[in-house]
Nanobody
Framework: QVQLVESGGGLVQAGGSLRLSCAASGRTFSAATVGWFRQSPGKEREFVAA????????YYADSVKGRFTTSRDNAKNAVYLQMNSLKPEDTAVYYC???????????????????WGQGTQVTVSS
């Protein structure tokens, strides 16, 4: 049974930073793609970033490119989302997701992912 747990959300002023963590139990992240998504009230869940199974490739939505960075720690079996220069429009519940044994090009689609964390709230005040 794979479980993902996000942490690190909170309230921050515009221009500030937060780092989200995603820890996995029951499975390592190797040979998988780990995605970050977010969802605001009344909106669909949207792609934010992804880290491919090779551990050498990352992908970002245009809206966060240059501000957010996703990385991994093999020893801790964790993936991180460093968010800098936060804007009020970044306010959302953030989810990490796991696509087992996947290295394809549909990393931006929610349907690609087999497992989801419970989400963590990020609120950016203006």
């Amino acid at each position: 049974q794979v479980q993902l747990v996000e942490s690190g959300g909170g309230l921050v002023q515009a221009g500030g930073s937060l780092r989200l963590s995603c820890a996995a139990s029951g499975r390592t992240f190797s040979a998988a793609t780990v995605g970050w998504f977010r969802q605001s009230p009344g909106k669909e869940r949207e792609f934010v970033a992804a880290l491919s199974w090779s551990w050498d490739t990352t992908y970002y939505a245009d809206s966060v490119k240059g501000r957010f960075t996703t990385s991994r720690d093999n020893a801790k079996n964790a993936v991180y989302l460093q968010m800098n220069s936060l804007k009020p429009e970044d306010t959302a519940v953030y989810y990490c997701a796991l696509a087992l044994s996947y290295s394809g090009t549909y990393y931006y689609s929610t349907s690609t992912y087999n497992h989801w964390g419970q989400g963590t709230q990020v609120t950016v005040s203006s």
